[in-house]
């Protein structure tokens, strides 16, 4: 008896390219990621451009937050970003120092201030210069601040109650945080009475207000570099550059609280 002739389905050989194509991709899908490690002051600015630049161009942004020290360090030990936004000239020379820069990649693409916060429902107006106001008004709390031994906000902060002979005074009431927004919730949660952040840190935060704000003469000038990890240009790192150089980039800077560059 002869064995009945099997047809091989019409569909197999389609379907054998498209899985062979679909291994293909797989992976160059992944290496594709593209990865912006930005300080966490520049969260809601980022954000809002990265969803800009997926609308605009397609291309998408993985944004990972933390403080610039934090996200350095990462870097240096070999954690895959393509762009880093710091928010102090400090921990991108250090990773410049490895040479770890995309070549002409780096500048600088905002600025910001520096202030005291407090809860809306304490929102009167604070006079730095008078120290007994402002120990009356931290009564027996304390001022929330970022780390000021490698947190920027921190080492700002320390600056400026230095400069205005505050830190003395101050330094041992101190609620230390490991970031600027740790700070900021702090005061929000109603646990310090004041706190030093950044101005852009208020933006869209309707239970803190600012009560007083430093003299830019008090601390080094607030800069965001942002530049390229070598070899990790691509076309999302350039359409992002050029998103940041466009009125509309800087458009959203300018509505999360920062001076656009």
Do not use: C
């Not at 899985?19 to 954000?47: D, K, N, V």
């Not at 500048?107 to 809306?120: F, H, P, T």
């Not at 007994?132 to 780390?147: E, I």
């Not at 869209?204 to 240009?233: E, K, N």
Request: cysteine-free; aromatic content about 6%.
């Amino acid at each position: 008896m002869a064995e009945p002739i099997r047809r091989r389905s019409p569909l197999l050989p389609a379907l054998i390219l498209f899985l062979i194509t679909w291994m293909a991709m797989a992976p160059a899908s992944a290496a594709e990621r593209t990865y912006l490690y930005a300080a966490s002051s520049l969260t809601g600015a980022m954000t809002a451009l990265a969803a800009e630049l997926e609308t605009t161009s397609g291309h998408q942004l993985i944004a990972v937050f933390g403080a610039s020290s934090t996200l350095a360090r990462q870097i240096l030990q070999g954690a895959p970003a393509h762009i880093f936004i710091s928010a102090h000239p400090l921990w991108m020379d250090k990773i410049a120092d490895k040479d770890l820069l995309e070549p002409g990649s780096r500048r600088l693409i905002a600025n910001n201030r520096l202030v005291v916060a407090a809860s809306r429902a304490d929102a009167a107006a604070l006079d730095l210069a008078n120290t007994k106001a402002l120990l009356q008004r931290l009564g027996n709390g304390r001022l929330a601040m970022a780390d000021p031994n490698h947190v920027p906000a921190g080492i700002y902060g320390k600056q400026a109650l230095q400069t205005l002979g505050l830190w003395g005074m101050l330094q041992d009431r101190l609620a230390i945080a490991s970031n600027v927004r740790i700070a900021l919730s702090y005061i929000e949660r109603g646990e310090t009475p004041l706190g030093i952040v950044y101005a852009s840190d208020l933006v869209g935060r309707p239970q803190v207000t600012a009560v007083a704000l430093f003299p830019d003469q008090s601390h080094a000038p607030i800069s965001y570099p942002m530049a390229v990890l070598r070899g990790r240009s691509n076309a999302a790192t350039k359409a992002f550059q050029q998103l940041l150089q466009s009125d509309k980039g800087r458009a959203i800077l300018t509505r999360f609280g920062f001076q656009p560059l």
